[in-house]
């Protein structure tokens, strides 16, 4: 017997469950369903929320053949073979999974049959579609997101399912606890596969004393049965970027409990490499000259967590976004160097002060290199005013501390006052 996911697929787009920003009443695919006008489309979001789901429902609403295809196992004749079909009884929709593994071969053969509308395409992934999927593919579709299915949108399929007799389960004559539910809707996390392949397993591998008997299905019966995830991580794919996005985002706003979770989150993958990466990223642009100490603690931690691996290393790492959290922000020192590096690649930088030049080898004073140089420490306080930038770049100024701390405002105060007394003593 096929999975209860598979048997409850939606036959038309109004028995899609979520994804109303695309399937609604006035939204994108609806609209082009109802004047049957269909376009190649890419959609793409987590697994489990309805991809499949949206292709299978446009073809039952259009009546126009439905193929699925995979484009990482499935061959190049099998694509010839759909294509013969649309040629031979007209058009046809092909839901292409994991489009972003499509190779060129394959890619090349679809083109033309997308440029005819033979073949009407869904390609389907849960990679980025602008990152993974090639131009040429691209600009033949429309992109549409996908979003995880919110409680309530998976409560009423799981309803749906359990009153259905033909394709669900209502000939079991099942009564869901609000407890069960309420953890299948936890734990499936807007999976809806998963959340319907976990209820039908509670169902079946729960006995009734007789055919007419209602079966309970309680929370733990429901705990028993779950086998879903909580998230699902790639350590390659989109979803990962977003998740070390929101974890330097959430650092970046001094919001710790929202660090945390997303910390958690990545512990979860077991993704040591990336967190302790991120982390030194973090500690030097978003707390920087605000807190350097906090900077060289979050080094500290990195490295332990580096020695004791997972899940010990959950606790310097802990310690590590509390701190950087807390503390004073500045990204004073990136600004700096990003101001400094356009500056080189945009505008005429001309030539190192002869001064500045080294002066360590034969010849270099016949070419005037280093003869002028004032060496510091040979005046008080280990300063003296010269100029050490290009002529053409003599008044740059890159450096704009924020003061944000005791520690920053003190460097603002020493580099104003030296850039005053440079001015004044070179004028």
């Given at each position: 017997m096929k999975p209860l996911a598979y048997r409850m697929r939606p036959q038309d787009i109004d028995q899609i469950v979520g994804q109303q920003h695309l399937v609604g009443p006035g939204k994108i695919i609806r609209r082009m369903v109802e004047a049957k006008l269909l376009s190649s489309m890419i959609l793409y979001g987590p697994p489990g929320i309805g991809k499949t789901s949206i292709a299978a429902a446009i073809a039952g609403s259009t009546k126009y053949a439905f193929r699925m295809l995979n484009a990482a196992t499935d061959t190049k004749k099998d694509l010839q073979q759909v294509a013969l079909e649309a040629k031979m009884s007209g058009t046809v929709i092909l839901l292409l999974d994991e489009i972003h593994r499509l190779d060129k071969t394959k890619q090349d053969f679809l083109l033309p049959l997308l440029e005819s509308g033979q073949i009407v395409l869904i390609g389907a992934t849960t990679e980025n579609p602008y990152i993974s999927i090639s131009p040429a593919i691209r600009s033949r579709c429309q992109i549409f997101e996908l979003h995880p299915l919110s409680s309530k949108d998976a409560s009423i399929a799981i309803k749906r399912s359990l009153k259905d007799e033909k394709n669900g389960l209502g000939k079991y004559h099942v009564t869901l606890t609000?407890?069960?539910?309420?953890?299948?809707?936890?734990?499936?996390?807007?999976?809806?596969?998963?959340?319907?392949?976990?209820?039908?397993?509670?169902?079946?591998?729960?006995?009734?004393?007789?055919?007419?008997?209602?079966?309970?299905?309680?929370?733990?019966?429901?705990?028993?049965?779950?086998?879903?995830?909580?998230?699902?991580?790639?350590?390659?794919?989109?979803?990962?970027?977003?998740?070390?996005?929101?974890?330097?985002?959430?650092?970046?706003?001094?919001?710790?409990?929202?660090?945390?979770?997303?910390?958690?989150?990545?512990?979860?993958?077991?993704?040591?490499?990336?967190?302790?990466?991120?982390?030194?990223?973090?500690?030097?642009?978003?707390?920087?000259?605000?807190?350097?100490?906090?900077?060289?603690?979050?080094?500290?931690?990195?490295?332990?967590?580096?020695?004791?691996?997972?899940?010990?290393?959950?606790?310097?790492?802990?310690?590590?976004?509390?701190?950087?959290?807390?503390?004073?922000?500045?990204?004073?020192?990136?600004?700096?160097?990003?101001?400094?590096?356009?500056?080189?690649?945009?505008?005429?930088?001309?030539t190192i002060p002869d001064s500045l030049k080294d002066a360590h080898y034969k010849g270099a004073q016949k070419l005037g290199h280093g003869i002028d140089y004032k060496y510091p420490h040979a005046f008080p306080s280990d300063w003296v005013a010269q100029q050490y930038l290009p002529d053409n770049l003599k008044n740059e100024s890159y450096f704009e501390p924020k003061g944000n701390s005791k520690i920053e405002e003190a460097y603002k105060q020493q580099y104003l006052k030296l850039k005053a007394m440079q001015k004044k003593q070179l004028q």
């Open positions: 609000p407890e069960a539910e309420q953890l299948l809707l936890e734990k499936g996390n807007g999976d809806l596969r998963a959340t319907l392949n976990a209820l039908e397993l509670a169902v079946l591998s729960t006995k009734a004393e007789t055919k007419s008997e209602t079966i309970i299905i309680d929370k733990q019966i429901m705990a028993d049965s779950i086998q879903v995830k909580v998230q699902n991580f790639d350590a390659n794919g989109d979803s990962h970027y977003d998740l070390v996005s929101a974890f330097q985002k959430s650092i970046r706003g001094s919001d710790t409990d929202a660090s945390l979770h997303y910390l958690a989150r990545l512990i979860e993958s077991g993704d040591l490499i990336s967190i302790c990466r991120r982390l030194l990223v973090i500690a030097y642009e978003d707390i920087g000259l605000a807190n350097p100490s906090a900077c060289q603690r979050a080094v500290s931690s990195v490295w332990t967590a580096q020695q004791v691996g997972l899940p010990e290393a959950r606790i310097p790492l802990a310690n590590a976004v509390i701190e950087l959290c807390l503390s004073p922000k500045s990204n004073s020192a990136i600004s700096a160097i990003d101001q400094a590096l356009m500056t080189v690649k945009n505008k005429n930088i001309g």
